[in-house]
């Protein structure tokens, strides 16, 4: 019933910066939060950070202070700047969006930093 799109993942060196976007569509449900998760290979998946239908937002330790989430709810659209990247954050990055019929996730985009 949703539909969720990513984009923006890319190759890139430490120090450098990328923007992912998850564009949402096929549902007239409101999302009671949407987020950003990632996987490495060997690695269970974890929250990057989240943003909630009121605007409140968390983030993992790991990169508060450099990435930011943020909403466009016009466009049903989140985004994930992510800034000063480092290899440890080399994962496939999957958009999340909860509401009251189900739990959907996109189908990732692969983040790698590396020189």
């Known amino acids: 019933q949703v539909q969720l799109v990513e984009s923006g993942g890319g190759l890139v060196q430490p120090g450098g910066s990328l923007r992912l976007s998850c564009a949402a569509s096929g549902s007239i449900f409101s999302p009671y939060v949407m987020g950003w998760y990632r996987q490495a290979p060997g690695k269970q998946r974890e929250l990057v950070a989240r943003?909630?239908?009121?605007?409140?937002?968390n983030y993992a330790d790991s990169v508060k202070g450099r990435f930011t989430i943020s909403s466009d709810n016009a466009k049903n659209t989140i985004y994930l700047q992510m800034n000063s990247l480092k290899p440890e954050d080399t994962a496939v990055y999957y958009c999340?969006?909860?509401?009251?019929?189900?739990?959907?996730w996109g189908q990732g985009t692969q983040v790698t930093v590396s020189s």
């Open positions: 943003i909630t239908i009121g605007g409140s937002t």
């Open positions: 999340n969006s909860l509401n009251q019929r189900g739990n959907y």
